[in-house]
C-alpha cells in the first residue's frame, strides 16, 4: 500500500502558476526526495497530495483512491468537508515548525488524534504511542511537555504523531530546516528508520545528503515544473 499517482495537477494563485501540469508516479513503499529552489512549488504540491490545497487541474490518488473525490459510474463528485478530514487520515503530514499541542504532555500529543478519530480505544492508542516513542527514541519522554523538549525531539514527536494514524504515506515538508545543524541528524535518522521499514515517504528538503542515501527518485522542481527526475545516482552524481 502507499502507491501515490499524480496526473496533470496545476495550481494558480492569482496569475502566478505555483504548479503547472506535473505527473509524478510513487510506488508504494519508496522514497522520493523533492528539490528545487524556494518558490518552485515544493510545498504547494506535497499540500495538494493531502487537499489542504484543492488543485485547478489533474487528479491525484493514492491506492486508486481519488484524494477529493468520489468516483461513481465514470464522474468524480467532490467530497465534503468531513469526507476529506477521514480521506487525510491516510496521509501523514510533518511540517517545518512541529506543530505539537502545547498544552499537551507528549502522550497527549500521540494518543488525541487515534481516539478522536475512532481508530483507537484509550488503552491500545497508549500502547501504540509507547511503541512510537520507542521506534524515534524518546520513551523517556512520555510525561514531558512539548516546550521542555528540543527542536529535534519535538520533531520526532511530530513523526510519531503523524505514525499514530497508521497513514498509507507520509509527507515530509522540510523537517528539519527550523533546526539548529546539530539537531538536523536525529531527525533524519527517525526518516532513515521509517525508509527502512517499507512506508511510502515523500520528503521535500535541502539535505542532499540525506537524499543521495536515501532517495530511491529525486524529483527536481522549477518554478512549478518537474525539470528533472530520476534516481540519486543519475541526478545527484559527483562530477
Ligand atoms: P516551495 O515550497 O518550493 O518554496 P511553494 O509551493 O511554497 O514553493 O510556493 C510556490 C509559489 O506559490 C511561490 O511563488 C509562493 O509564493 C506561491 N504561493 C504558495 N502558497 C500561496 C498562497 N496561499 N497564496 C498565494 N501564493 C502562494
Ligand atoms: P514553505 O515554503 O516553508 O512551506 P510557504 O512559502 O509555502 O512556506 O508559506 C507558508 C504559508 O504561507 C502557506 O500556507 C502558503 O499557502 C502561504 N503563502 C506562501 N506564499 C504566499 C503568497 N505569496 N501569498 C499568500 N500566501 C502565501
Known sequence: IGHI?????SKQYGHHKA????????????????????????STLLRTINHLERVDHGFIQIDGEYIGYRLEGNKLYELKEKEILKQRIN???VFQNFNLFPHMTVLD?????????????????????LRLLELVGLSDKVNSWPRHLSGGQQQRIAIARAL????????????????????????????????????????????????????????????GEIVEQGSAQQLLNHP
Not at 499517482?5 to 495537477?9: A, C, D, H, L
Not at 504548479?19 to 515544493?42: A, W, Y
Not at 500529543?109 to 483507537?120: D, Q
Open 5 to 9: 499517482s499524480i496526473t496533470g495537477v
Open 19 to 42: 504548479l503547472n501540469n506535473v505527473s509524478l508516479e510513487i510506488e508504494p513503499g519508496t522514497v522520493t526526495v523533492i528539490l528545487g529552489p524556494s518558490g518552485s512549488g515544493k
Open 91 to 93: 496521509v501523514g503530514y
Open 109 to 129: 500529543n500521540l494518543i488525541e488524534a487515534p481516539i478522536a478519530h475512532g481508530k483507537l480505544d484509550k488503552q491500545s492508542a497508549i500502547a501504540e504511542a
Open 164 to 223: 499514530a494514524l497508521k497513514p498509507k504515506v507520509m509527507l515530509f515538508d522540510e523537517p528539519t530546516s527550523a533546526l539548529d545543524p546539530e539537531l538536523v541528524g536525529e531527525v533524519l535518522d527517525v526518516i532513515k528508520t521509517l525508509a527502512k521499514s517499507g512506508t511510502t515517504l515523500v520528503v521535500v528538503t535541502h539535505e542532499i545528503g540525506f537524499a543521495r542515501e536515501v532517495a530511491d527518485q529525486i524529483v527536481f522542481m522549477v518554478d
